[in-house]
């Protein structure tokens, strides 16, 4: 069976950069696919298993492009050219729009319990208290809920 190609917007990867832990990205899936619209928006190095693509339809980009920014509408376009990809998506328009597509989307959130259910991470709270540190934001509930999923 191929490797499923992992496709992340930049929020993911700044939030990761931000507190130190990209490397679980790495741990999770080997390599994650960004589109060069992505890389522009990471203001920080980025380790060679993020590989730049340029390989999405620039029309498809700029129908997405009506309801949302670049680099959702570009890593959205990416992944309706590849079958059975993952996207890495937080924000709700974007999430949504994928879904329309029929496109399988994950979130930061989601990567965090993904990670300590397989060990990569110790303790769930920490890496979202870190973020939290650093403008993620997540409402008291949400917080909660994942906690409770985290059994922390």
Do not use: C
């Not at 832990?21 to 993020?50: C, G, Q, S």
């Amino acid at each position: 069976m191929p490797e499923q190609i992992i496709i992340s917007d930049a929020s993911v990867l700044i939030a990761l950069v931000d507190i130190g832990k990209l490397e679980i990205l790495r741990e999770l899936y080997n390599n994650i696919t960004i589109t060069d619209v992505v890389r522009n928006e990471v203001h920080a190095e980025l380790p060679d298993w993020v590989i730049v693509s340029t390989n999405y339809d620039p029309q498809q980009m700029q129908v997405l492009e009506l309801e949302l920014d670049a680099g959702e509408a570009s890593a959205i376009a990416l992944a309706m050219k590849i079958p059975n990809s993952t996207l890495i998506l937080d924000e709700s328009k974007g999430r949504i729009a994928a879904k329309r597509l029929g496109l399988k989307v994950t979130g930061t959130v989601g990567i965090i319990i993904k990670a300590k259910r397989r060990g990569i991470i110790q303790s769930g709270k920490e890496i979202l208290d870190a973020l939290e540190e650093h403008g993620f934001w997540l409402s008291q509930k949400l917080k909660a809920d994942i906690l409770e999923r985290l059994e922390e």
